[in-house]
Nanobody
Framework: QVQLVESGGGLVQPGGSLRLSCAASGSVFSIVDMGWYRQAPGKQRELVASIDISGNTNVADSAKDRFTISRDGARNTVYLQMNSLKPEDTAVYYC???????????????WGQGTQVTVSS
């Protein structure tokens, strides 16, 4: 059974950095894309950054020049390096993947359980 395992969240001071990691575990046949969303209390979930199987990236305007998304195809893992963090970056960050497990003939969307990022002084 495929699962998305997230790590790297925590409490950080404004201007600090965090690195999030998301690994797709289980019998993964192929991955279309992976990315990170975030959701603050009372707000809708929004895309932060994504990367597809070819390495093409998409980063939200609010994160450009501060966040970098990368991948390790051999490990089915995606990373989000977050620098110059601001209080408004505070949210639960969710990993997302569109992938095909072994035994299936089409891709399915998966979500991680979320990891808390808090930026506060």
């Amino acid at each position: 059974q495929v699962q998305l395992v997230e790590s790297g969240g925590g409490l950080v001071q404004p201007g600090g950095s965090l690195r999030l990691s998301c690994a797709a575990s289980g019998s993964v046949f192929s991955i279309v894309d992976m990315g990170w969303y975030r959701q603050a209390p009372g707000k809708q979930r929004e895309l932060v950054a994504s990367i597809d199987i070819s390495g093409n990236t998409n980063v939200a305007d609010s994160a450009k020049d501060r966040f970098t998304i990368s991948r390790d195809g051999a490990r089915n893992t995606v990373y989000l390096q977050m620098n110059s963090l601001k209080p408004e970056d505070t949210a639960v960050y969710y990993c997302n993947a569109r992938l095909t497990p072994y035994g299936d003939n089409w891709y399915t969307e998966y979500w991680g359980q979320g990891t808390q990022v808090t930026v506060s002084s």
